[in-house]
C-alpha cells in the first residue's frame, strides 16, 4: 500500500493544528514582541514567520539582527536550528513512499515539531495519509501566525521584556525539547560534548558558529565513540541488523 | 556586500535566504533518504544530532547564567516530566527567571 492524501485526512489534521492553537499562538507572540524590538514591521515579521515558518530558528536569527555579517549569520542559524529537520525527513521518507513528488515536497514545507510527532504516531498505527501531517502543519501555522502579528503589534505596551524573561523562552524550549529526546545513559556523550565545545567556541570565536561546531563535534562524538548498546536490548532489535 | 535589515530590499533578500535555508533542511533528509546507506554508524550519528544541538545552544547559556537561570533550567526540567507539554514547560521557566529576576534583580 503506497501512501495517500485525501481531503478528510487534511481536515482532520487541520482540525488537530488548531487545537495546539494555545501554545503556538503563545510562542508566535514571544517571537513577535522580540521583532519588533529589533525594528520589523508587523508585515515584515508575519511573513518571516509565513515563509521561513520556522521559531526557533527565527528568534536565534533576531540575535543576529544587527550584526555585521548578517545574511551568513541569519542562514547559519536557521541551519543550526533546522538541522534536526534533516533527520525528521530522513525518517518521514519511507511513510510517505509512493506519493507523487508534486504534493510530497511542497507538504514538506508544513513540517515543524508537532506534525512530524504526529507523522511518526500514525505511521506507528498502520495509517499512511500524508494530508493529516499536511493539515497539523497548517493548522499550527495559523496560531503562529497570529501569535507574530500579536507580538509585533501589541509588544511595546509590555515594557522591558528581559525582566518578563522572555530572553529565557528558546533556552527553556530547547532543554524541554532535550528531556523529550532524552532515551538513556548513552544520550550524556552527545549533550555534554556539544555543550562544551559550544561554551569554548562562543568564548573565543562568537555569532551563532557554536551551535554548529558544538552540534557536529557531540554528534560524532556519539557516532564514533564505542556503542554501550552491549546493554541488552536498550536499543531494540535493531542493533542485530548489524 | 553587507546587507541592511532595516532597509525594504535588505529585509527580503534576508528573509529569503531564511525561507530557502529554512525549505532545504526540510527536504534535505527527505531527499537523500532515496540515496544514502544507513550504516550503524550513520544511524547513530542521525540518532545523536538533535541532543548535541541542544546541548550546544544550552551550554554557553549556562556558562553565561546565574542562580536565576538555573532555577529556570530545573523548574523547566520537572514541568516538562510533569506534564509532557514543551511549550508550558517554556514558559514555566520563563516565569520562574522573571519572578527571580523580580527578587534579586538581574
Redesign the interface.
Known sequence: MSATFTAAGFRRGFLEGLALLP??V??GVVFGVLAGQV??SIL?AA??SV????GT??LL?LHA?GA?D??VA??VA?????????????????W?RGLSPWI??PS??L?V?ANWATAMQERDQGRRDVAVFAGVGLGCMVGWVAGTVAGTGFGQLLGDT?????D???????????????KGRG?V???????????VV??FVGGSW??L????????????AP?PAAKAGADGP??G?? | MSFDPSTTSGFVIIVSAMAVAAYLTRIAGFFLMRFVVVTPRVEAWLKALPLAIMGSILGPIAAHGGPAEYAAFAATAAVYLWRRSDILAAFAGMAVVAASRAVFGT
Open positions: 501554545g503556538m503563545a510562542f525594528g520589523i515584515g511573513s518571516m515563509f521561513v515558518y520556522a530558528a527565527q536569527a539582527w555585521p548578517v545574511l541569519v542562514v536557521v541551519v543550526a536550528m533546522n538541522s534536526r529537520y534533516v533527520l525528521f525527513g530522513a525518517a518521514m521518507q519511507p510517505m510530497a515536497y514538506m514545507f513540517m515539531d528581559k525582566r518578563l524573561g522572555l529565557f523562552f528558546l533556552p527553556a524550549f530547547f532543554l524541554s525539547l532535550a528531556c523529550g529526546f532524552w544520550d556523550l552527545p549533550f555534554v560534548v556539544g555543550g562544551l565545545v559550544a561554551i562562543d568564548r557554536h551551535v561546531a558544538g552540534g557536529l563535534a557531540g554528534s560524532l562524538a556519539a557516532a564514533f556503542r535493531k542493533q541488523e548489524a
